[in-house]
Structure formats: structure tokens, C-alpha cells
């Protein structure tokens, strides 16, 4: 309402103490601006000007008190200005009504969204670059609203009424207290009037230069006092000086306490109940200080007194302890001495390491014990010699103990000694030295039975004196076979005993070594004993090896193993190719380089078996010379077979008992070996029995069985060579069938042993023989492939395609005999022509050849003969079509279709007399599909 209407004010409100008007005033219409925002002296000092944003927020507003100058407004002062204003009012609201228009709520902008959203404004300008305040938005005429009433003089009589009585009851009180107040300070004068020399702590008259200055002395009259007295008398502004001092401190105290009156009433009616509680009070803490002094003595000098002593104890036993510590490292050097005694290295080494740790870190700095530590790594030094020096004879006395003293025991106890010794030290290179030892005394060994050989054996008569000045290697090539694989099995046997040693070693090493723990390198006082007599017993630290060093010395055992087993195998593969370069392994037979492979093969499955590796030195030399046997050996046999076919007559063969036997020991065992006991005394036989199955063969087959059973012999003995024989024996097999096929099917043996023709019969021999051997391609199978390796078993394949060409071949011979039939057939029907009276003597010849070729196949089994008959029969009746083709004959029922029907009839009759077809074969089976259409 001030803003809008004006503030009407008495002329004399601005009045100065004259009571004349200093200024009239006035009120501003709009915001103030900077200036007189600033020089405002009701403001008071502002504060942060430079930092504030201007608006409403920029000068600080303080409730502004009401002067006591001014008079209370009465309500004709209001008069005239209402009339004069509300005519102004009437006036302009007329004129703005037109032009104003109605007012929105779109028309307040009174944040950031109302400004930017407001949709009178249009688009604003640089909105992200100006400052949030008055300026932000810009500024246009607030209209008044239409739904605000005019207010009227009538609407505030009341409130003034009201107002202008509570103000004059202020008023008057406000007044009378100012009064009051305003009159002592006005007739005191300021305190800064007083010298502030009498305001400080530490003013007293007593210094000589405090008093010079307060009475304001002369240098002339500072050491004379009566002068100093004479001086004051007569001094009298000094003394009116400091009574006015006094007066202005006076007035100002007893202002003070006019303003504090009611504070100092209040603590003087309160001073003897005070007094009362603060003498209730010092009564109760005399009487606490009695109660906590008897308490004192006897809940806490006591406990405390106990607690002294307990620590005292634990001194004493700390003590007690240091000293049981120190007679037990002076102890340190004779136990030593003793464990040392005893081979007890490991022992040894862990009390130098505890005695040392002791040292370092309980009796550090005691200098009686100033030496010992170097004492101690003197001895460790004088330890790591003598378990060297100990190795070396631990070694040679296991590895040089007699070959033929195969279970002696090892010596665990000095092993373990010995190696927990070297551990301790983290000197892991003892298995080195006991590797190289090894390999040493391996060489030693196998030279002393090569001189052992030499020395006893026999040789021949031209070779009985032997001069000493030839190299050993020399002397054992001339030994006789006999004798070197005498000598071979004693180097094999030595070596396996010597292995076995080596192997004991290395386990015992290799558990030692697993029993290794991460060491707790804390030595706990509290478990030595008193008693120095029991220092042996005390408990030895664990031994510490780093990950490189385990992994090191795995390495190193498993090195030992394979550098022994190599060095043994090499040098066994030495004497080997030394035999191999005379050509002496080259002129054994089959039974002599079998026993050899033996020994290799048993060598080498031992050597895995003791120390479970495979050294592959000997195994490959070896493979060598059974590679060059099995050729060898192939070759001779291959050879010997192609005569033996060469030489075929293709007859029926005698099978002796020999072979009859070897054939039901293999059907009866499955393998393929020569049987145990001897054949019985019995006659050749015309067939060789397979099971249930009779078989008869050419001389070629009976030679080819003890050839394949020779292969699988040899096989099994060169189980390294298994996979060269059974590609010799595929070769070997598929020889046979191929020569065979050329000699029978393709007529060479018209050639070579001068038969006339090749008959039925001789192909009859030649399937037998061939299905005889598949008879035994499954079990040949079966034992390469418990003799071939993982890598080698797509060998057998082999095998299977050589069944497949044997059956084929069989194919071949009954599609040959067919074809003899045929041909034969083929001759007679062409010259017949169904005129004459059946039977015709072209069907009686077909079935007297059939016949006759039954008779000499009768060797086959009952139904690959009646197959190849039934075969005959359906080309034979192909045959017939074509001819009765040729003759125009058709199933017309007349005299010549009669006349063919008859002849099939005699003719079908005829083979069920001679049991060539079965008893159900009719007419009208055979003569389906016949005619001609």
C-alpha cells in the first residue's frame, strides 16, 4: 500500500535537533539504483558488494525501528493526499482499460522455465551467456489486474484506529527509558580518557619506571626519595589528575552495575544457598578422599605390588631360559662331533643352523659367543667334505658289489644320511656325480666280462692262441656265435642286476625327496630343554629348496635313469653293429637270428620293466639287421615257393600227418605256431580236414602253410620286425595267387611242366587250395594284430584285400568252369534243329559233359556244385532262346514246340537221375521266359 499510494509522513519527520526542515522527503518509484544503494546511511556498512548480483538480494535489509522523533500519524494527515491521488487513480485506469490487454498466467515470469516457455516473449537472445538475475528476462510494464478492488480510506480506519493507540502507550514507555539511559553516559566521561597504563596486567607502582611515569618524575629526582615526596606534595594537577581518573572509573563501574543490578541481586539472595552446597560439597569429597585412600591400600597398592612380582618372575624365567639357551650353544661343537660320529650329517647341519639363528637373533651381542658363529661355518664347511668324500665311497661300494649277489640290500640308512646332508645344503649336484659314477662303473663292468669272454672261450683250431697285443674289440669279433651270445647274455644279465641298483638309488633319492616340506624357519625358546645333556634330541628344521632347485633335481633323476639305461643300450648296440660290419649276423640262419631277437626283446622289456623307461639305441640297431633278416629271410621263401608253383603238376596231393596235425593245432588253439608234442603215427591222407570242412589240395598249398606259419613264428619272435613280416607275408601270399592264376587259369603250366590241357579237375585243385588259405587270412589277422602297435594296425587292411582277392580268384575258376559248359553247348545246339525225335543227341551230349564235369569237380563241396549247376542251367536256357530264335520256334503248341518241350523233359530227367538238380526242378520252371515273343 506504501508503494502504491505513497508514504505520508508529518513535515517534521525529517526535522533536525533545531527543528528546522533539512530536507523534504521523498520515495522511489522504481529500483533504487547502485548509487544511492550504496550511500544509504541506514544500510550501514555493506558487506561483499563485489561479489553480489543486483537485485533485490543486493543491499541488506535490517528491520528498520521507528524513529522517536517522529509523531504517530493520525488519520486526517491522510486526507488530502487519498482525495488527490484517487482522482489521478480514476483518471488514468480509464485511459489503460483500452489499451491493456486481459491478463494470462503466461504474463508472470518468475523462473528459468516461465521465461524461456513464455510465449509473448518470443524468441529470447543469448539465453546460455547471460546471468540469472533481473537482467535475465526482459523487463516490461506489469499491469494492474482487473480482479484487484480499488482500495478505499474506509478499508483502513479501523487498522489505524488501532495502531495510533498501541503507539502512543510504546511511545510514552520507549521515552521514559531512553531518558534514563541516555543520562549517566552523557555526564560520564569515555573511558579512553583514562591512560591505558592503568589498564594493564602487569601494572604496579612497585616498578621503578611504572611509578616515573604515572607521577611523571624528572631524571634529576629518580634516586633521591625525600626529593620524590617534595615533588608530589606540591604537585597538585597530578593529584586532580588522578581523581578525575578515578571519578570517570567510578561512574563507568556504577554504570555498570545499574545495568547488571538485577544480576547482582539475584547472586547476592543466592550466595548462602551456595554457600550452603559448596560447604556440602568439600564435606562429601573429604569424605571420598578417605574412602579412595582406604581402597587404595587395599585394592590397588597389593594387585600392584603382585603385578611387580609376576613381571619380576617372568624376568627370572626369561633369564633362566637365556642362560639354558647359552649352556646349550656352548654345548653346540661336542654334539656336533658326536652326530658326525654317528654319519648323522642331517642332524648335524640342523643344529649349526639353529645354533646360528640362536645366535643371530637371542644371544646377539654376547661376547663369549663373538666367535662361535664362525666356528660354525667352519665346521659346515668341513661337513660338505666329508659328505662328498662319503658319496664317493657310498657310490663305489654299491655300484662295484659282485654281479652274481643280485639281492643285497642297500644301505637306506647311510643313503639317507648322506642325501638329507646334501639337501640341507641345497647342494643338489650329488645325483650328477652319482650319474657320471654310474656310467663309469657300467664301462668297468661290461669291460671285465669282455675280457672274462675272451679269456674263456674256445676257438677254433686255427685261432686256439690268441696274441695279447690285439684290441679286445678285435678278440670278441672272432668269437664264435655260440660263444658271443653267451657273452650277451651275461652282458644283458649284469646289466639288468646293475640297473636294478641304480633304480633302488633312485627311489630312495626320489622319496627322500618327496618327503621335503616348506620349512618354518621360527625357533620357539620354549622348546629347548634345560637339560644340555639331551641336545641331540632336539627337533632338526625342515629343509627349504626353492622350486628351481625341486624341479632341478627332478631332472636330475630323471636323467640318471636315462643316461645309465642309454649308455648301457649303446654300448650293447656297439657289439652289436662290430658282428654286423664282418657280415657274421648276416650268415645266421632263421633259428640263430630268432634267439637273438629274443635276447634284444627281452633285454629291452626288462630294461622298461626295472627302471620303466624304453631306450631305443639297441631296439633300433637291432631293427636294422631284423629289417635286413626278415628280407633275407622273405626272399629265400619266396624263391623256394615259386619253384614249388613252377614245378606243380596241379594233382591231388598226399597230406601227410605232419600237416594234418599242425592244421587242428592251429584250428583247435587259434594261433599260429608249430604245435608242442609230435604228430602221431599215422598214413597220408587224400584230404586235409579244417574243422568239419575236408579239403583237397595241390603239393604248392601244403608247402604254403608251414611257410605262413614260419612268418608268424618269426613275428612273434621279432616283435620290433612284426610289421616288415607281415608285409612280407601279404607279399608272399598274394605271389601264390597271382602265380597261380597265371598257371592255371592262364594255361602257364602247359608250358612249364607239359600237361596237355588244363581240366576241371585242375581247376577244381585250384579253388580248393585257394579257399584252404582264406580258411586262414582271419587268423592271421588276429595274431599280427596283437603284435602290431597302435601306429601299425592299418597294415592288417592288407590282409583283408588279399581274402578279397583269393575270393575273387575263386570267382574266376567256377566262372571258367561255366564257361566250359557253355562252350560245349554252344557247339552242339548249333547243329540241332529240332526235327528229330527227341532225345536229341546235341541234349544227350550236353548232359553226358555235364555229367562227366561233375564227376571231376566232385572235390568241390555239394553246393558250389549245384550253384555252378544252377549257374549253367540259367546261361544254358539264354542260350536255347537265342537258338529257337533262330529257328523260329514259338509257344504255338505245334510239332516243333512239342518236339523242344520233349527235349527239356529228357533232359531235365536225365540230370534228376544223375542228381545234378533237384528233385523239384520242373518243366515249366525251366521253360519260363524260353520262347521267343
Known amino acids: ?59 541488506e535489509t535490517s528491520e528498520i525501528v521507528r524513529s522517536p522523533l517522529l509523531d504517530t500519524p493520525e488519520t486526517e494527515d491522510f486526507r488530502d493526499y487519498l482525495k488527490r491521488i484517487s482522482r489521478r487513480y480514476k483518471k488514468t485506469r480509464k485511459k489503460s482499460d483500452n489499451q491493456r490487454r486481459r491478463w494470462s498466467m503466461f504474463m508472470s515470469c518468475q ?144 554504570l555498570q552495575i ?40 587395599k585394592h590397588v597398592v ?39 660320529s654317528n654319519g648323522d650329517y642331517l642332524g648335524a647341519l640342523d643344529l649349526i643352523s639353529t645354533s646360528q639363528e640362536v645366535l643371530k637373533n637371542e644371544l646377539n651381542g654376547i661376547s663369549s659367543f663373538r666367535h662361535l658363529s664362525g666356528q660354525l661355518s667352519e665346521i659346515t664347511h668341513v661337513i660338505e667334505l666329508l659328505l662328498d668324500n662319503d658319496w664317493h665311497k657310498f657310490i663305489y661300494s654299491d655300484l662295484n658289489k659282485p654281479i652274481k649277489d643280485e639281492d643285497l640290500p642297500l ?16 647342494k643338489c649336484t650329488f645325483v650328477d656325480i652319482y650319474r657320471s659314477e654310474a656310467v663309469t662303473s657300467l664301462q668297468a663292468l661290461l669291460k671285465q666280462l669282455s675280457i672274462e669272454a675272451v679269456g674263456d672261450v674256445e676257438m677254433d683250431s686255427s685261432r686256439n692262441e690268441i696274441s695279447q697285443e690285439v684290441p679286445l674289440a678285435e678278440q670278441l669279433k672272432k668269437l664264435s656265435f655260440a660263444s658271443w651270445m653267451t657273452f650277451m647274455n651275461e652282458v644283458t644279465r ?213 611257410l605262413i606259419i614260419g612268418y608268424c613264428t618269426c613275428a612273434s619272435e621279432l616283435r620290433s620286425a612284426a610289421p616288415e613280416v607281415l608285409a612280407r607275408l601279404v607279399d608272399l601270399l598274394k605271389i601264390f595267387n597271382s602265380r597261380a592264376c597265371q598257371l592255371v587259369l592262364g594255361a602257364g603250366a602247359l608250358q612249364l611242366v607239359g600237361l596237355k590241357v588244363i581240366s576241371s579237375k585242375n581247376l577244381a585243385l585250384s579253388s580248393r587250395s585257394l579257399q584252404l588259405i582264406v580258411q586262414f587270412i582271419p587268423r592271421i589277422k588276429s595274431h599280427f594284430e596283437s603284435l602290431l602297435g597302435p601306429l601299425n594296425l592299418n597294415q592288417l587292411r592288407h590282409l583283408d584285400q588279399v581274402k578279397v582277392d583269393f575270393c575273387h580268384h575263386v570267382t574266376e575258376i567256377e566262372a571258367k568252369l561255366v564257361s566250359l559248359l557253355l562252350d560245349f553247348s554252344e557247339g552242339q545246339l548249333s547243329g540241332w534243329d529240332a526235327q528229330t525225335a527227341p532225345p536229341s543227341p546235341a541234349f544227350k551230349a550236353i548232359g553226358k559233359q555235364l555229367m562227366k564235369m561233375h564227376e571231376a569237380i566232385g572235390i568241390l563241396p555239394l553246393d558250389q556244385r549245384t550253384k555252378l549247376t544252377v549257374k549253367f542251367m540259367q546261361l544254358l536256357k539264354q542260350h536255347l532262346k537265342r537258338h529257337l530264335s533262330r529257328l523260329n520256334i514259338v509257344n504255338d503248341g505245334g510239332p516243333q514246340h512239342m518236339s523242344v518241350v520233349s527235349e527239356i523233359l529228357f533232359f531235365i530227367q536225365d540230370l534228376k537221375k544223375a542228381k545234378l538238380v533237384s528233385a523239384n526242378e520242373q518243366v515249366e520252371s525251366f521253360s519260363r521266359d524260353l520262347w521267343p515273343t
Request: aromatic share 8%; proline share 5%; hydrophobic share 35%.
Open 1 to 59: 500500500m506504501q508503494k502504491q499510494f505513497g508514504n505520508p509522513m508529518p513535515r517534521n519527520s525529517l526535522l533536525g535537533a533545531s527543528g528546522t526542515d533539512s530536507g523534504r522527503w521523498s520515495m522511489f518509484m522504481s529500483c533504487q539504483n547502485l548509487a544511492s544503494a550504496l550511500s544509504d546511511p541506514n544500510k550501514g556498512k555493506q558487506k561483499d558488494i563485489f561479489t553480489k548480483n543486483w537485485g533485490y538480494s543486493f543491499t
Open 258 to 297: 545499574g545495568k547488571k543490578s538485577e544480576s547482582l541481586f539475584c547472586a547476592l539472595t543466592s550466595h548462602d544457598s551456595i554457600m550452603a552446597d559448596l560447604s556440602a560439597t568439600v564435606s562429601g569429597i573429604q569424605t571420598l578422599r578417605g574412602e579412595l585412600s582406604q581402597v587404595n591400600a
Open 302 to 340: 597389593s594387585p600392584l605390588k603382585v603385578l611387580q612380582l609376576y613381571r619380576a618372575k617372568g624376568n627370572y624365567v626369561s633369564l633362566l631360559k637365556k642362560l639354558t639357551l647359552m649352556a646349550t650353544v656352548y654345548q653346540a661343537q661336542p654334539t656336533i662331533q658326536l652326530l658326525l
Open 494 to 706: 649284469s646289466i639288468i642286476v646293475f640297473f636294478k641298483r641304480v633304480k633302488k638309488v633312485h627311489d630312495a633319492v626320489q622319496k627322500i625327496t618327496a618327503e621335503i616340506t616348506e620349512p618354518s624357519h621360527i625357533l620357539e625358546v620354549d622348546t629347548i630343554t634345560p637339560d644340555v645333556t639331551e641336545l641331540e634330541n632336539v627337533q632338526p628344521s625342515e629343509i627349504h629348496l626353492s622350486q628351481k632347485e625341486r624341479e632341478n633335481l627332478r631332472d636330475s633323476l630323471h636323467d640318471l635313469i636315462l643316461t645309465v639305461a642309454d649308455a648301457a643300450h649303446e654300448k650293447c648296440a656297439k657289439y652289436l653293429v662290430a658282428r654286423t660290419r664282418l657280415g657274421l649276423l648276416e650268415r645266421l640262419n632263421s633259428l640263430e637270428f630268432i634267439s637273438l631277437g629274443k635276447l634284444v626283446e627281452e633285454f629291452v622289456s626288462e630294461t622298461e620293466k626295472v627302471l620303466e623307461r624304453k631306450p631305443n639305441a639297441l631296439r633300433m640297431c637291432f631293427q636294422g639287421q631284423a629289417s635286413r633278416f626278415v628280407q633275407r629271410f622273405h626272399e629265400e621263401r619266396k624263391r623256394k615257393m615259386g619253384l614249388v608253383l613252377d614245378g606243380e603238376r596241379w594233382r591231388e596231393a598226399k597230406v601227410s600227418a605232419e600237416s594234418q596235425h599242425q592244421v587242428s593245432h592251429i584250428m583247435n588253439s587259434g594261433r599260429l605256431e608249430d604245435p608242442p608234442e609230435p604228430p602221431p603215427n599215422a598214413e597220408h591222407s587224400e584230404v586235409i580236414l579244417v574243422g568239419q570242412e575236408s579239403f583237397c589240395v595241390v603239393g604248392a598249398t601244403l608247402y604254403l602253410l608251414p
Open 411 to 426: 644301505d637306506t640308512e647311510r643313503l639317507s644320511g648322506i642325501a638329507f646332508g646334501f639337501l640341507k645344503l641345497r
Open 111 to 254: 523462473n528459468l522455465a516461465s521465461a524461456l516457455s513464455d510465449p509473448n516473449k518470443g524468441k529470447q537472445k543469448d539465453i546460455f551467456t547471460k546471468n540469472w538475475g533481473y537482467s535475465f528476462t526482459e523487463t516490461s510494464e506489469i499491469v494492474r489486474s482487473p480482479l484487484l478492488d480499488t482500495p478505499e480510506t474506509e478499508d483502513f480506519r479501523d487498522y489505524l484506529k488501532r495502531i495510533s493507540r498501541r503507539y502512543k502507550k510504546t511511545r510514552k514507555k520507549s521515552d521514559n527509558q531512553r531518558r534514563l539511559e541516555a543520562a549517566p553516559e552523557k555526564l560520564c566521561e569515555p573511558l579512553e580518557s583514562v591512560p591505558k597504563i592503568y589498564l594493564q596486567a602487569n601494572f604496579s607502582l612497585k616498578n621503578p619506571d611504572i611509578f616515573a611515569k604515572v607521577f611523571n618524575l624528572p631524571d634529576s629526582l629518580a634516586d633521591s626519595v625525600g626529593s620524590i615526596k617534595t615533588f608530589l606534595k606540591g604537585d597538585q594537577a597530578l593529584q586532580e589528575q588522578l581523581s578525575h581518573h578515578l571519578d570517570c572509573v567510578e561512574c563507568h563501574l556504577a
